[in-house]
C-alpha cells in the first residue's frame, strides 16, 4: 500500500515536471518521492502504530474470521499483485471508457485461468480480493459467478445445472443477470417483459413491452460481452393463466461471433459514475423462442401440456436479490476501509499549524476536529463487517438447507429477506456519509483522481440504490418488523430457533413497551 501511494506521489509529480506549462514555473524545484528509507529512520507511520494498546495483527484475524483466512487473503492478494495482466498499477485511470473495456475483459479471461480447477471457497475468496483491486473486474465476477452461476445452482434443476454450470464456470459462456427495467426494479411484479408458453411448439415466447419502459437496463455486461441472460418475465400459459415472475436462460449473442441473436436488440447505456470497465447495457427481446427447458424449473414448473406447477413460496423468485444486498454490506466496508485507510495515513503525514519548539507543525491527525471526522467511522466499519460475517453466516446456512431441510428454506426466506434489507440500508446510508467525511479531511487533495478517493465514492455510489431503494428496503423491513410484533401478540414463533438470530432481528419486549407508550401518551393528549 505504501509502494502504491509513492507511485501515486511519482506520478503527480511527473506531471508537474513534464507539464507543457514548464516555461512558467521554471524556478520550482521537485525532488522525486522516495519510499525506501536507506537511514532506518522511524517515520510518521512507525511512531503512530507503536502507541497502539492492542495487536493490531490479532485484529486483523478477528476481521477476516481466523488467521487461516487472513493468510489465504495476503497470498491471493501477492498472486494478484504479481500478475503481469491483472496488476496493470494506475495504468487505466488515465484510459478511455473503451481501453478500460477492453482491459477489464482480458482481466476476466485472465482469473479464469487462475481460478481454474479451484475449489469454490477459494474462487470466492480470490473475487472478493479482486474487487478490492479493480472494481469493474470485481463486479464482472460477481455477475458471473454469484448472479448468473447463482442464479442456476438456486433455481435450476439437477439436469439444468449440469449442463449450464461447466459452460458458465469455465467462461464458454458469458452470463448476465437481466432483472431490472427502465421502468421497474424495486416494483418487479410490474415488470414489463412477458413470457408465455407456446403449446403447439414446446417452447417460451420472450417479448419486451410495447413501452420503452419494459427495456431492461443497467444490465451488467450485456452491453458488450455478454452471451447469455438470466431474464425475469413475468409468464403466461397458453391459457392466459398467469404463473407469476419466472427465470429464464436467455441466449442474447452468438458465443464465436458475438453478433446479436435473432429478435434480440442490444446496446451499451454509456458513461457511469464509476466503474465503467463493466459494459452496464441494455436488452429488448422481440418475440424471442426458447426452448421450455430454458426455464428454470428447480421450484416451479410449466410441463409439456402447459400445466403450472406453483412454487412453494413465490419470493423464491426473488432470493437472488438477498445475495446482492448483502454483498453490498462488504462492498461497502471494503470501500470505506480503502478511504479511511488514506485519509488517517494523510492525516498522519500532513502537517499544519503553529511549529512547536523544534519548528514542526502539528500533525493534522492530532486535531480532535479531526479524529472526530475519522475514528467513530473506523469503529462503525469495524462493526459492519462483524454484522456482514453474522448475517453471511446465517445466509449461507439457510441455503445450506434447500435440499436437507426445505421446510426450514422456505420458512426463513422473510426472515433473511428482512435482515438483509435492514442491514444493507444502513450500512450504505453510513458509508456514503463516511466516505465524504475522509474526503472533506484531506481537503483540496481529496479531490485529485490520484488520491483515489473520487474514484472510490464513484464505485460506491451505486450500493444505496442497487439491489433495491433503501427507502424501500426500510420500509419493507418495518413491515416484517409489524408483522412479527403480530406474531408475537398471539405467541406465534418469530424466527425459527435453528437460526439462532432472534436477538440480532428484533427486540420483541422493546416494541411492545414502545407501541404502549405511544397509545398511553395520545390517550392522554387527547
Not at 443477470?177 to 411448439?201: N, P, Q
Request: charged share 20%.
Amino acid at each position: 500500500m505504501a509502494t502504491n501511494a509513492a507511485n501515486r506521489v511519482s506520478i503527480l509529480l511527473s506531471h508537474i515536471i513534464n507539464s507543457s506549462q514548464q516555461s512558467t514555473c521554471d524556478n520550482l524545484i521537485v525532488q522525486p518521492y522516495q519510499c525506501n528509507n536507506s537511514k532506518n529512520e522511524e517515520t510518521l507511520f512507525d511512531k503512530e502504530r507503536k502507541k497502539a494498546f492492542f495487536d493490531p495483527r490479532k485484529l486483523t484475524y478477528l476481521l477476516n474470521g481466523s488467521e487461516q483466512a487472513t493468510i489465504r487473503k495476503e497470498k491471493i492478494a501477492e498472486i494478484i499483485a504479481n500478475d503481469p495482466i491483472l496488476n496493470d498499477g494506475l495504468a487505466r485511470y488515465d484510459f478511455s471508457r473503451e481501453e478500460k473495456r477492453e482491459l477489464s475483459v482480458k482481466k476476466l479471461f485472465r482469473v479464469s485461468e487462475l481460478i481454474d480447477g479451484q475449489s469454490e471457497e477459494y474462487i470466492y475468496a480470490f473475487l472478493a480480493i479482486l474487487d478490492l483491486h479493480d472494481t469493474s473486474l470485481g463486479m464482472r465476477c460477481f455477475i458471473q459467478f454469484a448472479l448468473f452461476v447463482g442464479s442456476i445452482k438456486e433455481h435450476g434443476t439437477e439436469i439444468q445445472k449440469q449442463f449450464w454450470l461447466p459452460l458458465a464456470k469455465s467462461f464458454k459462456i458469458l452470463g448476465c443477470f437481466a432483472m431490472t427495467e427502465l421502468g421497474h426494479s424495486s416494483f418487479l411484479r410490474g415488470a414489463e417483459t412477458i413470457s408465455t408458453f407456446d403449446v403447439t411448439t414446446d417452447q417460451f415466447v420472450v417479448n419486451s413491452g410495447p413501452n420503452p419502459t419494459a427495456v431492461k437496463w443497467w444490465i451488467g455486461q450485456a452491453g458488450q460481452v455478454a452471451t447469455h441472460c438470466i431474464a425475469f418475465a413475468n409468464t403466461y400459459t397458453v391459457s392466459n393463466q398467469y404463473c407469476g415472475i419466472q427465470l429464464f436462460i436467455v441466449p442474447l449473442r452468438c458465443p464465436k461471433t458475438g453478433k446479436p441473436l435473432s429478435g434480440i436488440s442490444i446496446g451499451d447505456i454509456g458513461e457511469k459514475a464509476g466503474r465503467n470497465g463493466l459494459d452496464n447495457g441494455w436488452i429488448q427481446f422481440n418475440n424471442v423462442r426458447i426452448p421450455r427447458e430454458n426455464m428454470l424449473a428447480r421450484w416451479s414448473q410449466i410441463d409439456r401440456d402447459g400445466k403450472f406447477t406453483s412454487p412453494p413460496n413465490p419470493a423464491i423468485a426473488y432470493s437472488a436479490t438477498t445475495t446482492e444486498r448483502i454483498s453490498s454490506v462488504q462492498g461497502t466496508v471494503d470501500f470505506v476501509s480503502q478511504a479511511l485507510t488514506i485519509a488517517t495515513r494523510y492525516g498522519t503525514a500532513r502537517r499544519q499549524g503553529i511549529p512547536d519548539s523544534n519548528g514542526l507543525e502539528p500533525q493534522l491527525i492530532d486535531y480532535q476536529t479531526h479524529q472526530i471526522r475519522l475514528i467513530p467511522n473506523i469503529a462503525i466499519n469495524f462493526a459492519a463487517q462483524f454484522a456482514y460475517n453474522r448475517v453471511q453466516a446465517i445466509d449461507s446456512f439457510i441455503k445450506s438447507k434447500q435440499n436437507t431441510d426445505q421446510n426450514l428454506f422456505l420458512k426463513s426466506l422473510a426472515d433473511i429477506h428482512a435482515i438483509s434489507c435492514t442491514l444493507k440500508a444502513v450500512v450504505t446510508w453510513w458509508g456514503a456519509d463516511a466516505l465524504e467525511q475522509c474526503r472533506r479531511s484531506m481537503g483540496g487533495h481529496a479531490y485529485s483522481s490520484l488520491s483515489l478517493i473520487p474514484s472510490i465514492i464513484g464505485d460506491f455510489a451505486v450500493f444505496t440504490t442497487g439491489g433495491g431503494d433503501n427507502s424501500v428496503l426500510v420500509q419493507q423491513a418495518a413491515r416484517y418488523l409489524l408483522k412479527s410484533y403480530q406474531k408475537y401478540k398471539f405467541n406465534e414463533q418469530i424466527i425459527d430457533q435453528k437460526l439462532k438470530s432472534t436477538e440480532t432481528t428484533i427486540d420483541i419486549d422493546s416494541i411492545r413497551y414502545l407501541l404502549e407508550n405511544i397509545n398511553s401518551n395520545n390517550s392522554n393528549n387527547s
